[in-house]
């Protein structure tokens, strides 16, 4: 079995033996629940509960605000206890609907179980997922539906399952993997079911021999989907890094996977599917992974969402040191949080807890032209130069040296000898020039009409009676 890979990367302790051998423990949430109303990318959905209102597990609580937007449902059942902003990783206030848990648990009553979705059309089948509020679960967000929507399905040739969790400390998806492979492949079935031309391709880093074994004993009677083993490198599971090192196929920042013939969901994702399609269950939990070398208890949670990020601490036996830094998420792409009182999300992957913060105690220095940076960087740009770019805020010589086309994955800054926070600075350009590039693409604001000639002629006769009036007080 070949072991495929891309040009560049870093080789980072990866801290996976902290949580990797323990299995995935159910957490039931012990207070009240919050559920931001934007937890994906697009237009945030709209709450249709009030406070007050009484709601049950799997209940609806907000509905898509559009195409590109995702339902959300209840977790838990309980009282609307109000709908206001609260704070969430980014540390951004979010307006969230909060449930008061009555610790009953109470149930919406679901369809009856599939076997096989032989007997389900497409658009069936992506109805379902839009309609279980089903978002990439690997960080970004994105709407699954809309994903698996694309304009041309016959050009799609590739599925590809990211089960790379290249990210250092997270093994949420290894423990999927090894616990629930069957609901990977089925999910799979789902997502090739909608494109006749597709091969499934279940993309595992070769760090994970027994996942590997286990999926390629599942799928060597199913012609459509096989096992490919990467070579354990970061960042493999970005979404170019894994088409490129599967197909061949390059992507750049103007290109969507699907330009590629690609479709790329992550594991959590793709079992989500599953559920949405085959039990036709909305999404309502996810695997976090709470670890470091602080938290007394390292392992897997499954999680509902809209719990509190204090309970998982509590539930991996608290710190058995004070931390020095929380992170939301992996070590290189993750949110360093101020505090654990935010609610876990559709897109929350893992809760880091480490004793040492080594990035504040590093003190950077100047360059010294060693090139690590432009050997790790995995697409291949110079990023000592973006760096200076974006300092100076150079934006013609930023997005002439395709400082766009960086992936945010933090290696170079990782390589670099003297502590130079380069993925920092470029992200900050980053976004300056995605947000200018929506402001210009936003359509002008719509002008008001000039009044038509009749109700001018009306406005006119108006002011003048009004006028008379006021000259007759006046006398």
């Not at 599953?274 to 039990?279: G, I, S």
């Not at 990035?359 to 032209?369: G, L, R």
Request: glycine share 8%; hydrophobic share 35%; charged share 30%.
């Amino acid at each position: 079995m070949p072991k495929l890979t891309f040009v560049g990367g870093i080789h980072p302790y990866d801290g996976k033996d902290l949580s990797k051998d323990k299995p995935i423990k159910a957490v039931l949430p012990k207070g009240e629940l919050v559920y931001p109303v934007s937890q994906h990318i697009g237009a945030p959905a709209k709450p249709i509960v009030a406070k007050g209102d009484h709601v049950i597990t799997g209940q609806k609580i907000a509905e898509a605000g559009g195409f590109v937007s995702a339902p959300i449902y209840a977790t838990v059942s309980g009282t609307v206890k109000s709908i206001e902003p609260r704070r969430v990783v980014t540390g951004d206030m979010v307006n969230s609907i909060i449930i008061e848990n009555d610790g009953k648990y109470d149930e919406v009553e679901y369809p009856a179980k599939i076997e096989s979705v032989e007997g389900l059309d497409k658009k069936e089948i992506i109805r379902r997922v839009q309609e279980a509020g089903v978002v990439g679960m690997g960080g970004a967000g994105f709407p699954t539906h809309v994903k698996l929507s694309p304009k041309e399905p016959d050009k799609i040739e590739f599925c590809i399952a990211n089960c790379a969790e290249c990210e250092p400390y997270l093994t949420s998806d290894y423990r999927r993997m090894l616990e629930e492979p069957e609901k990977l492949v089925l999910g799979m079935k789902a997502m090739l079911a909608l494109f006749d031309n597709a091969k499934g391709i279940l993309a595992v880093e070769d760090n994970k021999p027994d996942c590997i074994q286990k999926l390629s004993d599942l799928v060597k009677d199913e012609p459509r989907i096989e096992v490919y083993a990467l070579k354990t490198k970061y960042p493999q599971g970005a979404e170019r890094q894994i088409i490129y090192a599967c197909t061949g196929r390059a992507i750049n920042s103007k290109m969507l996977p699907a330009d590629a013939g690609c479709i790329v969901d992550n594991v959590d994702t793709i079992v989500a599917i599953y559920q949405a399609v085959y039990e036709q269950k909305p999404l309502m939990h996810r695997i976090v992974t709470v670890t470091g070398d602080a938290i007394a208890d390292p392992r897997n949670f499954i999680v509902r969402i809209g719990t509190n990020y204090g309970e998982l601490i509590e539930e991996a036996g608290g710190f058995k040191e004070q931390p020095e830094k929380i992170v939301s998420g992996g070590p290189m792409m993750g949110f360093a949080l101020f505090g654990t009182d935010v609610p876990t999300t559709k897109t929350a992957s893992a809760l880091l807890c480490f004793t040492k913060d080594e990035v504040s105690m590093m003190a950077p220095s100047a360059c010294i032209n060693c090139g690590r940076c432009i050997d790790a960087c995995p697409s291949r740009l110079v990023p000592r130069r973006l760096s200076v770019y974006s300092e100076k805020f150079d934006e013609e010589r930023f997005l002439a040296e395709n400082g766009m086309e960086c992936v945010e994955c933090g290696s170079c800054s990782f390589v670099c000898p003297a502590k130079r926070q380069l993925a920092q600075v470029i992200k900050s350009m980053r976004k300056i020039q995605l947000a200018k590039a929506r402001a210009k693409a936003a359509p002008p604001p719509k002008k008001e009409e000039a009044p038509k000639a009749e109700e001018k002629k009306e406005a006119v006769k108006t002011e003048e009676a009004k006028e008379g009036k006021e000259e007759k007080k006046d006398e």
